[in-house]
């Protein structure tokens, strides 16, 4: 398996432009992770699925910041508009069960914002 | 919310050294993980410890968990240049899906 997958790695844009990231999860596995990091604020639950569903949101910083999961196999995490704060790295991590959670990570996408 | 601390927040040492880092949290868990971070990398999962055990080894790595005192220690045998990487500790919030992961541990291998 490839893994997690994430695209693109790099994306710079500038302010109050649309950005949407990609995740693609490791195949079976039901539960999947949108998460932020930065230097000042460390590594943050933004939301996560189980089966294609959101179960809590509630680390989406604002109206701004938007997730779906229209399928198993892709979901995307988009900021309209952006601004320079959502600089930071984004990662997708998937789990295969409630129980035995270990969380596979994707390599992140760098996001830097003008 | 809960989070993981880890303690101390930056080591740095000679390779063939030991490296031990410590966790804390705050509340009841299921179980207690160890993840890595290479630089510009996602994080890879080294270790998990369930709530009914108190030791676990893997290779070169060793944990203990006490959940009298809600705490965790990473040690990392005979380090390498290689393990120079942020080590994070996560928790699972007391049988959440969600991972609540503390701010990392810096450490640097010196070769």
């Known amino acids: 398996d490839a893994g997690v997958i994430q695209s693109p790695r790099h994306e710079v844009t500038e302010m109050g432009q649309e950005v949407t990231l990609r995740c693609k999860p490791i195949s079976g596995h039901d539960y999947l992770f949108w998460y932020r990091q930065t230097m000042m604020r460390g590594l943050e639950l933004l939301i996560y699925?189980?089966?294609?569903?959101?179960?809590?949101d509630s680390g989406m910083p604002e109206d701004r910041f938007s997730a779906k999961m229209p399928n198993a196999s892709f979901s995307t995490l988009k900021i309209q508009p952006s601004e320079p704060r959502d600089s930071a790295v984004y990662f997708c991590a998937s789990s295969l069960s409630r129980q035995y959670n270990e969380q596979f990570f994707g390599p992140g996408t760098r996001l830097t914002v003008l | 919310s809960q989070q993981g601390e880890e303690d101390p927040q930056a080591l740095s040492i000679q390779e063939g050294e030991n490296a031990t880092m410590n966790c804390s949290y705050k509340?009841?868990?299921?179980?207690l993980q160890w993840y890595r971070q290479n630089s510009g990398r996602g994080l890879v999962h080294l270790i998990l410890i369930r709530s009914n055990e108190r030791e676990k080894h893997s290779g070169r790595l060793r944990v203990t968990l006490d959940t009298s005192k809600k705490s965790s220690s990473l040690l990392i045998t005979a380090s390498r240049a290689a393990d120079t990487a942020s080590y994070f500790c996560a928790t699972d919030e007391g049988g959440n899906n969600r991972l609540a992961f503390g701010k990392g541990n810096q450490v640097v291998v010196i070769p």
């Open positions: 699925f189980n089966n294609n569903v959101p179960i809590d």
């Open positions: 509340t009841s868990i299921n179980n």
